[in-house]
Structures are given as C-alpha cells and as structure tokens.
C-alpha cells in the first residue's frame, strides 16, 4: 500500500508562577508557585500535585513508555521548551529519559518558547523566539536538513512563517490544520508534499486530518473504526495507481495520551492495526526527506513550487469553528473578534453569555506593553553601545537563552558562558546586560497563549502573565531610575498602571465604537459582566488583582504607597476562577483556584 501516515503530539502545560522573584539575571529566575491541591487520575492512580501544573507533569513519566515501543521516527512530538524545563526542573529522571526519547527514537519538532500566538507578537520577538527554539532544539535536530516546526495553536502567517524559515538553514516543514488551506481543490493534492510560499522563500506544509484526528481525542470512533477510517476511508486510488507514496498526517495533544491508559490502549491499537493493513508510520520530516532523497516517489512537480498551496493568515488548529464565515479556521479565540468582518464575539461560560471583548483589549495591551519592555532594553542597550544595531541586541538575546534555560545547554555541555551570551553588546557593562536579557525573558514569559483560549478571563493562567509582566515592568523602571532617568522610570510606571486600570481600557481603546456579532457583546454591561472576579476575597478582577499582586511584593515603597490611596492592596490575593477545562479535577478548593498563603 502507497498510504503512509504520521502523528504528531503537542505537549505543553503553562505553570503556576505567582510571583518572579528578584534576580540578577546571571542565573534563572527564581519564582514562587501557586499553593492549590489537585488531585489528577492519571493511569489507574490518584496523583496529588501542589497545584495543576505539578500534577500534570507527573504524566509525562509515561512518555517513554507510551512512545518507545512504536516504531523508530514514526510519530513526532514538540516539547515547548518551558514545558521541558519545567520538567527538568521538577523531574529530572524523565527530563533525561525525554531527552534520550527525543535523541534517538521520536522526531523533535521544534516550537517557540513560552507558547506564544506568534503573529501577535512584533516581528522582532518573533525573530527572537524562532532563533531560540532552533538553538534550544539543537541537540535533537542536529544537522537534519529537513525539519518540522510547530506553531502554537498552528497560528500562522506568511510573515511569521517566513520569520521561521529564515531563522535556520534546514528546510522547514510546517504543521498546521488541513482547515487553514485555501484552494485545495486537486484530491491528489491533499496528501501531498505541498509548498507553502512564505515571506524570503519556500517551505513545505501538511495539514492534519482534523476529524480524524478528532475522533480519536474523543472518542467517538472505536480502534477497529479508526484503523478503517484511515486504511480505507483515506485511500488515494491515482496515487496507488500510480505508486506514489502519499501521508496522512493526524495530530493531538499529548497530555491527553499520557493521562489515560484506555487512550493509550486506543492509540497502540489503531497503530498496530494500520501496520497490519500495510500503512506505514513515518514522521512528516522524515516522509518530505524520502521524497527529496528519491527514496520515495514524487509525481511531476511534488515537493516544489508546481505544488504550492495557500494557507489563511491568522488560521489555526483549534478555534471555534462554528463561527467561522468561511469554512476555515482563524484566531477569533484569542482575539476575540472575526478578522472577517470585525465583530466581537460572545461564548458561553457557566450557563451565562460571556463576551469576548476581554480578549482584544488584553492582546492590545499586551502588545504594547511588549513594546515598552523592548524598546526599554533597546534603548538602554544603546545608552552604552550607541553602534550596536537591531541585530546584534536580537543576538544577545537569542543568546540569553542560554542563561535562562541554563540548566537545559548545560545538559548538552552547550557553551552558556557570559562572556558568550553578552559577545554581541559586549560595550555594555556585563552585569547591565545580563539584567536586561532576564528582564525581556519575563516579557516573553508573559505571552503564554492559554489566557485567552478560555472563555473567562479569571483564570490562574491570566493571573501568571501579567504577573510576568508587571515584574518585568516594575523591573525596568528600577534599572532606569538607577541610571539617573527618572522620566523614562516614570514612562514604565505608567505602563505598569494600565494593568492596574485594566477595566479604564474600555474607555481608553473606544472599545464601545466596535460591533459585536450579536450586538451586546460590546455594551459596557458586557465588559463589566466579563471582568467580574470569581473569588469572595478580592472586589478586582484578576489583571488588577496579578498586578496588585506583584507590585505588593515588587514596587519600591514611595510607589506602593502612593498607589495604596488608589487601592487596596489587601484584595491583591493570588486566588483566581477555575479554568474551564480543568473542571475534572479533584480539587480540594472546587469553587475557585485558591492559593493557600
């Protein structure tokens, strides 16, 4: 049989940072985790973790159990490099036993750090993250001259996947959704090695079997129906005809495997019954290098320009398809408004219509107070380094990761030397350079996409990225006030209050002016109904609340107290709603995510 077919899993998992502590920024940061007891099932027992990022990781113990016995780079998996630090950090038995996993038997894909929605970001922090997770990556993608890459939510752009392309010397492959493809009209196309024309060049591009891929994360197809949806329901009679090899690709997260030793029967099973059926596994990366080695056949024009497909900017893998005006995917999850016509949207959220409009002012926000942090470093950089260009500050910082993530490159006996990582601003007293570089990675660390997937807003994942950002803020106001430069200081004090006055931005941003799909979702009693807090002990809504939070611990003490007239710094508590998705968890606080002092 010419059917060949790949799987790919996604593993992620935000934590339950509260508070960043202090730092010099020649080491990595220190932080203080959220105290919420949760008790998860995971295999066939009861695993108790601090908080649901602790409980969660411990599924990963099984990644080498779950994947070693398939057959060697037959499925691939991406590792967000936070995530894998976690584990390194928390567990380093299966940190090393990941890593073994990854070097020898699993194909790596590479992803950004910190799980950001790429095209939401200034190109220059995507430029800077794209380098980094090729540099993070290193010792699992080697020297391949094809290798995958996976966006997080698959949120793409000819922009951003031309950023990631330009970012390494290997041939990229992106792994998207067969939903954000425009034009795939030709059927022998489908299952292709497609080209995806983006900025700078050419890239290949396959797009999972969303339904396929949706009926095994949910159950609604039993093995002997997945192995038969696949080996008969996605045969390709030209190609076979013809023998040509062709790729069925299918994608999900990983977590939801580990967890679950019926979900993992299911997996094993449906790959043991295509193996009968003579439908090969084989990774994306690996199946686009048989095809340019001549290993495997092409048809005329395969793997070049002749087979180049359209893929809709802002699309993704995961967003609330039932909205959608086109029959595609975008990204008015985390945006909160359709790009097609400009419409904010409305969810439900515990029996009530919840409006999104949180989502677009937040990604508004959160854009601009990256930029503050940025320039910031920047320009702080050029204080002492006026000739110091965009791209030697970018090389520092893609350097930088080097400290952050120190542990990880020293694992690999990676160079992770300061003289090293400050080379490209080497003008710049080192001790300055290395705060700065701490102080644009807890930005970074800010933009953690789960925020927004959810549909309420007071969540413990909110309440961690603007806590990284308020420290990052506060941060670089000290650093300019210690250089003399008080009206800059007071410019990142300023930006740091507009997460204060988060519920200001409605008037601020004219957020009224906008239409909603309904027409209520922009009204000022649906910003307030969507802002209210979920916890008895806190009147703010949880942006105030993170950033009421951090600079309790964080502002210098003039600033706390002039604030403290404005508010009340005993309703800054970490405590938070529950995220949506977590509902099946035994916690021992069920009505909200508390944490215990």
């Given at each position: 049989m010419q059917m060949r077919r790949a799987y790919h899993f996604h593993a992620y998992q935000p934590g339950d940072i509260i508070h960043i502590h202090d730092g010099s920024g020649w080491d990595p940061i220190k932080y203080s985790e959220r105290l919420s007891p949760v008790s998860l099932r995971i295999r066939d027992t009861d695993v108790k973790g601090r908080n649901w990022t602790r409980a969660v990781i411990k599924a990963y113990e099984h990644t080498n159990d779950a994947l070693g016995s398939l057959k060697e780079r037959s499925i691939s998996v991406d590792f967000e490099p936070f995530t894998l630090y976690m584990i390194l950090r928390y567990k380093p038995r299966i940190y090393g036993e990941i890593v073994e996993l990854l070097g020898e038997h699993v194909e790596a894909v590479p992803t950004p750090p910190f799980h950001p929605i790429m095209p939401h970001l200034g190109k220059f922090d995507q430029n800077v993250l794209a380098r980094v997770s090729f540099d993070f990556y290193g010792p699992f993608i080697k020297d391949s001259k094809v290798v995958g890459y996976w966006l997080p939510e698959a949120v793409v752009t000819r922009e951003t996947a031309g950023i990631v392309a330009n970012s390494t010397d290997a041939e990229v492959v992106f792994l998207l959704d067969e939903r954000q493809f425009v034009g795939l009209n030709l059927p022998q196309a489908k299952f292709s090695c497609n080209t995806y024309k983006c900025d700078g060049g050419l890239a290949y591009v396959f797009g999972r079997d969303h339904q396929l891929s949706d009926a095994f994360a949910f159950n609604t197809l039993d093995v002997d129906g997945l192995v038969r949806a696949v080996a008969e329901g996605r045969v390709d009679v030209f190609k076979e005809k013809g023998g040509v090899p062709y790729l069925v690709y299918l994608a999900s997260d990983l977590e939801a495997l580990l967890s679950s030793p019926e979900q993992l029967d299911r997996f094993l099973g449906w790959m043991t019954g295509l193996d009968k059926r003579g439908v090969e596994g084989v990774s994306v990366p690996e199946f686009v290098r048989r095809k340019k080695s001549g290993e495997y056949r092409c048809?005329?024009?395969?793997?070049?320009?002749?087979?180049?497909?359209?893929?809709?900017?802002?699309?993704?893998?995961?967003?609330?398809?039932?909205?959608?005006?086109?029959?595609?995917?975008?990204?008015?999850?985390?945006?909160?408004?359709?790009?097609?016509?400009?419409?904010?949207?409305?969810?439900?959220?515990?029996?009530?219509?919840?409006?999104?409009?949180?989502?677009?002012?937040?990604?508004?926000?959160?854009?601009?107070?990256?930029?503050?942090?940025?320039?910031?470093?920047?320009?702080?950089?050029?204080?002492?380094?006026?000739?110091?260009?965009?791209?030697?500050?970018?090389?520092?910082?893609?350097?930088?990761?080097?400290?952050?993530?120190?542990?990880?490159?020293?694992?690999?006996?990676?160079?992770?030397?300061?003289?090293?990582?400050?080379?490209?601003?080497?003008?710049?007293?080192?001790?300055?350079?290395?705060?700065?570089?701490?102080?644009?990675?807890?930005?970074?660390?800010?933009?953690?996409?789960?925020?927004?997937?959810?549909?309420?807003?007071?969540?413990?994942?909110?309440?961690?990225?603007?806590?990284?950002?308020?420290?990052?803020?506060?941060?670089?106001?000290?650093?300019?006030?210690?250089?003399?430069?008080?009206?800059?200081?007071?410019?990142?004090?300023?930006?740091?209050?507009?997460?204060?006055?988060?519920?200001?931005?409605?008037?601020?941003?004219?957020?009224?002016?906008?239409?909603?799909?309904?027409?209520?979702?922009?009204?000022?009693?649906?910003?307030?109904?969507?802002?209210?807090?979920?916890?008895?002990?806190?009147?703010?809504?949880?942006?105030?609340?993170?950033?009421?939070?951090?600079?309790?611990?964080?502002?210098?003490?003039?600033?706390?107290?002039?604030?403290?007239?404005?508010?009340?710094?005993?309703?800054?508590?970490?405590?938070?709603?529950?995220?949506?998705?977590?509902?099946?968890?035994?916690?021992?606080?069920?009505?909200?995510?508390?944490?215990?002092?």
């Amino acid at each position: 049989m010419q059917m060949r077919r790949a799987y790919h899993f996604h593993a992620y998992q935000p934590g339950d940072i509260i508070h960043i502590h202090d730092g010099s920024g020649w080491d990595p940061i220190k932080y203080s985790e959220r105290l919420s007891p949760v008790s998860l099932r995971i295999r066939d027992t009861d695993v108790k973790g601090r908080n649901w990022t602790r409980a969660v990781i411990k599924a990963y113990e099984h990644t080498n159990d779950a994947l070693g016995s398939l057959k060697e780079r037959s499925i691939s998996v991406d590792f967000e490099p936070f995530t894998l630090y976690m584990i390194l950090r928390y567990k380093p038995r299966i940190y090393g036993e990941i890593v073994e996993l990854l070097g020898e038997h699993v194909e790596a894909v590479p992803t950004p750090p910190f799980h950001p929605i790429m095209p939401h970001l200034g190109k220059f922090d995507q430029n800077v993250l794209a380098r980094v997770s090729f540099d993070f990556y290193g010792p699992f993608i080697k020297d391949s001259k094809v290798v995958g890459y996976w966006l997080p939510e698959a949120v793409v752009t000819r922009e951003t996947a031309g950023i990631v392309a330009n970012s390494t010397d290997a041939e990229v492959v992106f792994l998207l959704d067969e939903r954000q493809f425009v034009g795939l009209n030709l059927p022998q196309a489908k299952f292709s090695c497609n080209t995806y024309k983006c900025d700078g060049g050419l890239a290949y591009v396959f797009g999972r079997d969303h339904q396929l891929s949706d009926a095994f994360a949910f159950n609604t197809l039993d093995v002997d129906g997945l192995v038969r949806a696949v080996a008969e329901g996605r045969v390709d009679v030209f190609k076979e005809k013809g023998g040509v090899p062709y790729l069925v690709y299918l994608a999900s997260d990983l977590e939801a495997l580990l967890s679950s030793p019926e979900q993992l029967d299911r997996f094993l099973g449906w790959m043991t019954g295509l193996d009968k059926r003579g439908v090969e596994g084989v990774s994306v990366p690996e199946f686009v290098r048989r095809k340019k080695s001549g290993e495997y056949r092409c048809l005329d024009g395969e793997c070049s320009d002749h087979f180049r497909i359209s893929v809709k900017d802002y699309s993704s893998w995961s967003d609330y398809y039932d909205m959608s005006l086109d029959g595609r995917t975008g990204d008015m999850r985390w945006l909160g408004m359709r790009r097609e016509d400009g419409k904010v949207i409305g969810r439900s959220y515990n029996g009530r219509k919840v409006s999104q409009l949180w989502k677009y002012a937040f990604t508004k926000l959160f854009r601009e107070l990256n930029r503050a942090v940025r320039f910031g470093v920047i320009d702080m950089i050029r204080r002492y380094s006026p000739e110091t260009g965009r791209e030697e500050v970018a090389e520092f910082l893609v350097r930088y990761a080097r400290a952050f993530f120190r542990e990880h490159y020293d694992y690999f006996d990676m160079e992770t030397g300061v003289d090293y990582i400050v080379e490209p601003v080497g003008d710049v007293d080192p001790t300055l350079a290395m705060k700065l570089g701490r102080i644009y990675y807890i930005m970074l660390l800010s933009n953690h996409s789960c925020p927004r997937f959810w549909e309420n807003i007071d969540t413990r994942v909110t309440f961690e990225n603007v806590a990284a950002i308020s420290k990052a803020l506060i941060e670089l106001m000290e650093v300019y006030m210690k250089e003399g430069l008080g009206e800059r200081a007071n410019f990142f004090l300023f930006e740091y209050m507009k997460l204060l006055a988060f519920p200001q931005l409605y008037y601020d941003y004219d957020l009224y002016k906008l239409q909603g799909v309904e027409g209520w979702e922009t009204t000022e009693k649906a910003w307030f109904d969507s802002l209210r807090s979920e916890v008895p002990n806190s009147p703010y809504n949880v942006v105030t609340r993170a950033a009421l939070y951090t600079g309790k611990e964080a502002l210098p003490d003039e600033v706390k107290s002039a604030l403290g007239i404005l508010y009340d710094f005993e309703g800054a508590v970490a405590d938070t709603g529950h995220v949506p998705g977590e509902a099946h968890g035994d916690w021992e606080n069920a009505e909200w995510c508390e944490h215990r002092e």
